[in-house]
């Protein structure tokens, strides 16, 4: 970095929001000027985005999914092809996004990149994830589309009847428009990506040839994405039923879970992580197996425990923990999530985390 560099860095420090105009102003230099130093930085992969995003820090930026969810509650029995009385939720939600909101609530820094339309619910996903302090800068919003949304209806046990995803805007994140998000994947400390992305995306951000790059397997219909991209995924965390479709051959029970893990090491992830719901997770490296397994958990909401899981995992990860600890910090974070009635956890923290990871991990 040049003497001149550093000035402005400094400047940019002190106010994040400082225009061009007045930098220029500062250094007594012409505004042409603080922009080539600014393109110079950028490149450097000193400032990061919008809004002098700079790297002070290691960070975590997610791809991925954001979008609304309205979920649907009935007072009593669900009664078909008719209006039943209840309770209607709005949350905001998307795999990648609840990823995101839950390191940003473990204390991360975190830049999400995702599309959204130009509507009410953009606003809200973008303000209320700001908050939290996940930031939307590099977010593209679309005029004119809609905001993703995941309509799910469940019954009064709390389990879902049904679902609708619009989610066809996610398919607008494609390399070109990721192209001009690249200092802010490339820098990150570890780049998180959802199968929500169509593959070419996909295999876009795979070339970037990331070290870190973890991925969440979203479902049976779309983890088959990343069937051919294995061998560049640093941490691949999936259910049973995902990683089954992956391997090719059915988890039947807990006594196939290491076939099944063992097969999917074969080509190529550094760590592999794969949950079973109540009979716990397995933890891939090498050729190591752990099993963690915790006490029962009553669910409030099962939506969003997944990502949850993802996140504490992560958090681990970033933390430069042990794996099984990090398996076991996926675990309290999923059950912070199945006990809050939306679908994260408004109650994650540090502390809140560590605390729950030692409640139903001892004994």
Same mark, same amino acid.
């Given at each position: 970095m040049t003497p001149r560099e550093? /000035? @402005?860095? *400094?400047? $940019?420090?002190?106010?994040?929001? $400082?225009?061009?105009? *007045?930098l220029a102003e500062k250094l007594k230099i012409k505004r042409s000027s603080v922009a080539a130093h600014i393109r110079n930085l950028t490149e450097k992969g000193e400032i990061l985005g919008r809004g002098y995003l700079l790297r002070t820090e290691d960070y975590i930026t997610v791809v991925g999914g954001a979008n609304m969810d309205i979920r649907g509650l009935p007072q009593g029995t669900f009664v078909l092809e008719d209006?039943?009385?209840g309770q209607v939720q709005t949350s905001p939600g998307g795999v990648g996004r609840n990823i995101g909101e839950n390191l940003?609530?473990? #204390? =991360?820094? +975190?830049?999400?990149?995702?599309? @959204?339309g130009e509507d009410l619910w953009a606003r809200e996903l973008m303000e209320t994830g700001e908050s939290l302090g996940l930031s939307f800068? /590099?977010? $593209? +919003?679309i005029p004119g589309e809609q905001t993703p949304i995941y309509l799910e209806i469940l019954n009064a046990q709390k389990d879902m009847l049904a679902a609708i995803n619009q989610m066809d805007l996610v398919d607008r994140l494609c390399p070109d428009l990721l192209e001009g998000k690249?200092?802010? @994947?490339?820098?990150?400390?570890?780049?998180v990506l959802d199968c929500n992305l169509k593959r070419e995306s996909l295999a876009y951000l795979f070339q970037l040839g990331? /070290?870190? +790059?973890?991925?969440?397997g979203v479902s049976m219909a779309k983890v088959t994405k990343i069937q051919d991209f294995l061998d560049r995924i640093y941490l691949l965390k999936v259910n049973h039923h995902e990683a089954g479709e992956l391997a090719g051959t059915k988890i039947q029970g807990p006594e196939d879970v290491e076939r099944v893990g063992r097969i999917l090491m074969e080509d190529g992830p550094r760590y592999l992580v794969i949950t079973c719901g109540k009979e716990g997770a397995? #933890?891939? *490296?090498g050729d190591q197996v752990l099993h963690v397994k915790t006490k029962e958990i009553k669910a409030k909401n099962a939506t969003g425990a997944g990502d949850a899981f993802t996140? #504490? =995992? $992560?958090?681990?990860f970033f933390k430069d923990l042990d794996f099984k600890d990090c398996l076991y910090l996926g675990q309290g974070a999923s059950a912070l999530a199945l006990h809050s009635e939306k679908t994260n956890a408004e109650d994650l923290s540090k502390e809140k985390l560590i605390e729950k990871t030692k409640e139903i991990c001892n004994g």
């Amino acid at each position: 970095m040049t003497p001149r560099e550093k /000035e @402005l860095m *400094d400047l $940019i420090r002190e106010n994040p929001q $400082i225009s061009q105009a *007045d930098l220029a102003e500062k250094l007594k230099i012409k505004r042409s000027s603080v922009a080539a130093h600014i393109r110079n930085l950028t490149e450097k992969g000193e400032i990061l985005g919008r809004g002098y995003l700079l790297r002070t820090e290691d960070y975590i930026t997610v791809v991925g999914g954001a979008n609304m969810d309205i979920r649907g509650l009935p007072q009593g029995t669900f009664v078909l092809e008719d209006s039943n009385p209840g309770q209607v939720q709005t949350s905001p939600g998307g795999v990648g996004r609840n990823i995101g909101e839950n390191l940003a609530r473990l #204390g =991360l820094q +975190v830049s999400m990149v995702c599309v @959204l339309g130009e509507d009410l619910w953009a606003r809200e996903l973008m303000e209320t994830g700001e908050s939290l302090g996940l930031s939307f800068k /590099e977010a $593209i +919003v679309i005029p004119g589309e809609q905001t993703p949304i995941y309509l799910e209806i469940l019954n009064a046990q709390k389990d879902m009847l049904a679902a609708i995803n619009q989610m066809d805007l996610v398919d607008r994140l494609c390399p070109d428009l990721l192209e001009g998000k690249k200092n802010t @994947l490339t820098n990150a400390k570890y780049l998180v990506l959802d199968c929500n992305l169509k593959r070419e995306s996909l295999a876009y951000l795979f070339q970037l040839g990331h /070290e870190r +790059v973890v991925v969440d397997g979203v479902s049976m219909a779309k983890v088959t994405k990343i069937q051919d991209f294995l061998d560049r995924i640093y941490l691949l965390k999936v259910n049973h039923h995902e990683a089954g479709e992956l391997a090719g051959t059915k988890i039947q029970g807990p006594e196939d879970v290491e076939r099944v893990g063992r097969i999917l090491m074969e080509d190529g992830p550094r760590y592999l992580v794969i949950t079973c719901g109540k009979e716990g997770a397995w #933890g891939f *490296d090498g050729d190591q197996v752990l099993h963690v397994k915790t006490k029962e958990i009553k669910a409030k909401n099962a939506t969003g425990a997944g990502d949850a899981f993802t996140a #504490g =995992l $992560i958090y681990g990860f970033f933390k430069d923990l042990d794996f099984k600890d990090c398996l076991y910090l996926g675990q309290g974070a999923s059950a912070l999530a199945l006990h809050s009635e939306k679908t994260n956890a408004e109650d994650l923290s540090k502390e809140k985390l560590i605390e729950k990871t030692k409640e139903i991990c001892n004994g």
